[in-house]
């Protein structure tokens, strides 16, 4: 078959550039510099942790010293020696250094939990496409459950001048994450607890949907968990409000070689094609919202 070109201006550089049949008539998208300071991304850069933050229950910021240039919505791949190497998103709180907010829910996450100041990890990135940045000064909503903040702590760092509400999702107030540095960094926190025990009792979904009968987005951000993204995906479609969401899938070289983050049945490939993505190219997914693969690739259902 023979693949369309895309014309792309000489001066941008673009991560985006594997055609999809599926996804025919997805835009390319930039990165906004073009003189990106990446860490290797072959080999692991080695850094130490400069500051450890406990954020709520079960989830720890790490902040590292490093001038390392990113999009709002990429990873880094972290290495810890004889545990694992996993994609973690990352953040800014000033320039300098950079944050990750991981939370312990297996072997490689409760091993970061356990290290110190002055620990060393290795580092790669950073890797994936960024989220699309809106232009000039609009309305924006950003929708977050769990560590799924911490990447739109970025769109809030990066996307100057805009007003922008921070709909924080959680089952109880103790696991409620991102919202002091949300609020530092310029965003209006709205916070929803299953249990009532912070903010409003519901889903984060359901105050979104609230806030649209009163106001206005110019474009919606979500990202945490699958079945959140999802019902933000299908409220954005139904309103015909732009919306991109990041995904998360087993990876393991993290660089669009290996295959094991590729999405039934479009191809995309969470790693070099997202993480974010879309909403309403996540919708057309088979997998969506349904199932992921674990490391062996069986199928586990949301
Ligand atoms: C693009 C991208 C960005 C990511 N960013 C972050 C980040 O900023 N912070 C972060 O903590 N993680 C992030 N992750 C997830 C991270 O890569 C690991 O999957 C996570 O740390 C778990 O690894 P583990 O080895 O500790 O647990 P595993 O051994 O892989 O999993 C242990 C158990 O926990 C379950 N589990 C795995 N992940 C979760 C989860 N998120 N919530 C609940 N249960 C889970 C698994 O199904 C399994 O049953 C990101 C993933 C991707 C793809
Ligand atoms: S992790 Fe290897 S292709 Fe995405």
Known sequence: MKLPLQKIPANKKIIFSTWIPAFAGMTVRELPSTNYKLLSTTLPTTLAIQKIIPEAAGIKTFVFKSDLEFAAGQFVMVWLPRVDEKPIGIWRKKAG????????????????????????????????RGFTLPVGKKKIALIGGGFGVAPLLSILSQAKGCAADVIIGARSKNLVFGKKHAEALGGKVLIATNDGSCGEKCFNTELFERMLLKKKYDFVY?????????????????????????????????????????VDDSGFCVCSHGPTIEGNLALKMVEFGKYHRDSVGERKNF
């Open 97 to 128: 250094e950079f944050c990750l907010s991981i939370s312990a829910v297996g072997k490689f996450s409760c091993a970061m939990h356990q290290l110190k100041v002055g620990d060393k990890v290795g580092i790669r990135g950073a890797f994936g």
């Open 222 to 262: 979500s990202c945490g968990p699958e079945l959140m993204m999802q019902r933000v995906a299908e409220i954005c479609k139904q309103k015909k409000i732009p919306c991109e969401i990041s995904m998360e899938r087993y990876m393991k070289c993290g660089i669009g070689v290996c295959g094991s983050c590729a």
